[in-house]
Nanobody, 119 residues
């Protein structure tokens, strides 16, 4: 079963930066919507950012102007650049590949990578 592979998480001080990567090893990567979710302890999983196959992006209000989502279709990789990190950004971050509507293709998830923002 295909699984997305995230990397780049870790411990960072407030105001610092991290770049998450998500390798998606399946051939139709370029037609999928790629997204990053996060789940903090005791909270529900929430959408952080998404990018369509055409490159249109959306961000959750708490991360606007601080996070940037991007993708490299040749490398089948999605990225999340996180700047000006805050303690409230502490969570497990998950990569998601969302199949086109009515395509019958499966969706994929990664196992998650821990991001901790603390001094």
């Amino acid at each position: 079963q295909v699984q997305l592979v995230e990397s780049g998480g870790g411990l960072v001080q407030p105001g610092g930066s991290l770049r998450l990567s998500c390798v998606a090893p399946f051939s139709l990567f370029h037609i999928y919507i790629m997204a990053w979710y996060r789940q903090a302890p005791g909270k529900q999983r929430e959408l952080v950012a998404s990018i369509t196959a055409e490159g249109r992006v959306k961000y959750a209000d708490p991360v606007k102007d601080r996070f940037t989502i991007s993708r490299d279709n040749d490398k089948k990789t999605a990225f999340l650049q996180m700047n000006s990190l805050k303690p409230d950004d502490t969570a497990v971050y998950y990569c998601n590949a969302d199949s086109p509507p009515f395509s019958g293709l499966p969706d994929y998830w990664g196992q998650g990578t821990q991001v901790t923002v603390s001094s």
